[in-house]
Each structure stands twice: as structure tokens, then as C-alpha cells.
């Protein structure tokens, strides 16, 4: 998982749980200045302060890595509009509590990306014994670990050698025996960590270069069957998602922009998901969990839907059973595989951030070449 999405997780739990995956990305400017209207009115509406600050989570937090400074600006904003309110009941008031919180979290977090990985060195070698600067570098030597682990495994063995041969010299060099044992503890978690990353890497590395499984879907919605000889000669992108999962919706954007862009090229997309007990709720115009038991042909129109609300024209294949994750190795979702020409796997990537976006498109394009006369 990304850093952003640990931290959107984090979120979530930290202001009460609500639940954001079925909102439209497009509209939460809309849906914020909504739930801000009826929390001036009602101040003592924790579910509405719950949903302000999740909508401000999905569109704040991916600022703060592209624009920090436009970050800074809608924290600020919602930090005054959080101590703005004056509830009287007792759960508004924790929702509150915690929504303060989370905006003190994600003002460490725009600290850590304004600052970089060269500086904090710097800053260590000139004190190593300062235990906040050591925390900052163990959550930047981290995010810049994670991503290696899972897609560059030689280039994060590498890095992490030296980057516990970094700490423990500054462990050496500090004087304090309780920052000696807080480095002792950074380098066993960035060991633990970075290994168990490493170990799921190389588990998803051995899915390079494998055929293509057979795609053996219960149903397909938003198009006809795909048959194997409809995908020969194709650059495949499949994308292993659900409707109840925020970051799979966060993707949209770029798969109707490779869907219009790519797909008179050879590329084909499928989105690979299952039945959750779903339904379409036509008032709301989104995608709910039914109390009742829905039925197959209920949710395949729930989906039918679904990719019409949110523009989707690439084609869905609901899952007969959990064969297809276990041969692509995948655990967490958006997963997304892609297969060359010949029906190969040549990458994947696990997570929505915009990193894993720019390696697909490019991926896309490399493989769209390979067979152009």
C-alpha cells in the first residue's frame, strides 16, 4: 500500500469509519460545500463532520505530495473550519477531537514531503542525537523504500544496506542512551518492514513474463463477452478492483483516459471484480451494500450503472472464484496486470498513486510499440 493510502486508512479510523469508497471523485468539491452547509446549520451532526473531513482527506491528501503549498492552504482552511464549530452533544464534540487530530497527522505529513532524504542525512550527521529528525527519516527513508521493494527488489536490498549503515553510524555518534535505543528500534522496523515488502516482491516478481491465465468470468457487463480470440495480438490491462474500494475509484481518471486514448491502438481493458452484494440506488445515484440478498442479475445491473455514472466504457468480468487473484499474486487492491502481445505479464502495480500511474501509461505505450510493424 501507498504512504497515502496508509494514511487515508488512518483517516478513517481516526474520525469514526465513515465510509467514502462509493462517492464520485468529480463531485466531492460539490458534496464538501454541501456537508459544510449543514454543519454550520447543525454543528452536532457527527456523521456530516465525518463526511467533511473524508472528502477533504481524498482531496487533500494527494497534494501533498504534487502541490504542498495548495496543501497547506485547504489544511489550513479546513483546520479553521473544524474549530469553527461549537457542538453541544458529546459524540460531535469527540468527532471533533479527532478531526483536530487528523489535521495535526497530515501537517506531519506535508512536513515530511517538503523536506528530503539528502537534508535529513545532513541534519543526522550534524545531530544524530536528535529523536525527531531520526523520525523523520525513518518515515522518508520508508516511503521511498516500500516502492522499491515491490517493484525494484536489487535496488531496495541495496538501499536498505546502506540506509541501516547510515543509522547505526548515528547511533554510534549519538550520546544519549534512550536515542541509541530509538535508532535500535528504527533499524529493526526498517529491517522488518522493508524484508516483508521484499519477500511479497519477489512473490509478485515470479507473475513476469508467466501466460496470461484463461479468463474464466461467471459474467461479463458493460460490453459483450471477451474471448480469448478477441484479446490475440491485444496489450491487455487488467484491473483487479471493487465498487466499495476508494483508491480503485480514485484510478477512473486514468483508465478512461487510456480507454479513450490507447484503445484504437490494441489496448483492452477488463476490469476483474466479484459480486459483493451490491445495488444501485437510483436517489442517491451510487452504488450501496443491500440489507437483503441481491441476485446475480441485480448487481450486474448495479454495475451496469455503476460504469455509466462514472463514464467507464472498458468492459467488467465478475470473478467464478479466487483462481485468477491467486495466479496474479494479488492480495490488495486496485492490483493491476499487464499483458504484452503475446499474452505475457510484463508488469503490475498495486495502489493508485500517481507513481503507479506514470509506470502503467509508459508500460502501456512500450508495449503498444513492440508490435507496430
Not at 506531519?108 to 537534508?119: C, D, I, P, V
Not at 548515528?170 to 522496523?189: H, Q
Not at 461479463?220 to 491487455?236: A, I, M, Q, R, S
Amino acid at each position: 500500500m501507498t504512504r497515502i493510502l496508509a494514511v487515508t486508512a488512518a483517516v478513517a479510523l481516526l474520525i469514526g469509519g465513515a465510509a467514502w469508497a462509493d462517492d464520485e471523485p468529480q463531485s466531492d468539491e460539490a458534496k464538501t460545500k454541501s456537508t459544510a452547509e449543514q454543519l454550520k446549520e447543525n454543528p452536532d451532526n457527527p456523521l456530516a463532520l465525518q463526511t467533511y473531513v473524508l472528502l477533504q482527506a481524498r482531496q487533500i491528501l494527494p497534494l501533498v505530495e504534487s502541490d504542498p503549498d495548495q496543501a497547506e492552504k485547504r489544511l489550513g482552511e479546513l483546520r479553521a473550519f473544524i474549530n469553527s464549530l461549537e457542538p453541544k452533544a458529546e459524540e460531535a464534540q469527540e468527532v471533533v477531537e479527532r478531526a483536530q487530530s487528523y489535521v495535526q497527522a497530515i501537517e506531519q505529513r506535508l512536513k515530511l514531503a517538503r523536506t528530503t532524504l539528502e537534508q535529513l542525512v545532513a541534519d543526522l550527521k550534524e545531530n544524530p542525537g536528535d529523536a525527531d529528525l531520526l523520525s523523520l527519516y525513518q518515515s522518508k527513508a520508508m516511503n521511498e523504500l516500500y516502492p522499491l521493494a515491490m517493484y525494484q527488489l536489487a535496488d531496495a536490498e541495496e538501499k536498505l544496506a546502506a540506509t541501516t549503515a547510515f543509522l547505526g553510524e548515528r547511533r554510534e555518534a549519538a550520546e544519549e542512551a534512550d536515542v541509541k535505543t530509538k535508532y535500535d528500534d528504527v533499524i529493526g522496523s526498517l529491517e522488518r518492514e522493508i524484508s516483508q515488502a521484499l519477500e511479497r516482491g519477489r512473490e509478485l516478481a515470479k507473475t513476469l513474463g508467466k501466460p496470461a491465465a484463461p479468463l474464466d468470468a461467471e459474467a461479463w457487463v458493460n460490453g459483450e463477452p471477451l474471448t480469448e480470440k478477441d484479446l490475440k495480438g491485444k496489450v491487455v490491462l487488467l484491473d483487479f478492483w471493487a465498487v466499495w474500494c476508494g483508491p480503485c475509484i480514485a484510478t477512473f481518471p486514468h483508465l478512461r483516459e487510456w480507454q479513450e486514448r490507447y484503445a484504437d491502438e490494441g489496448l483492452q481493458i477488463i476490469g476483474l471484480t466479484r459480486y459483493y452484494n451490491y445495488a444501485w440506488d437510483e436517489d442517491a445515484q451510487r452504488a450501496t451494500r443491500a440489507e437483503e440478498s441481491v441476485t446475480a442479475e441485480e448487481e450486474q445491473e448495479m454495475l451496469r450503472q455503476f460504469a455509466e455514472h462514472h463514464e467507464l466504457e472498458h468492459r467488467f468480468a465478475i470473478r467464478q472464484d479466487d483462481s485468477l487473484t491467486d495466479y496474479y499474486q494479488v492480495s490488495g487492491i486496485p492490483h493491476v496486470v499487464l499483458l504484452d502481445r503475446e499474452g505475457k505479464v510484463r508488469l503490475y502495480r498495486i495502489g493508485s498513486g500517481e507513481q503507479n500511474a506514470k509506470d502503467i501509461e509508459a508500460e502501456i505505450k512500450k508495449l503498444l510499440a513492440e508490435g507496430r510493424p
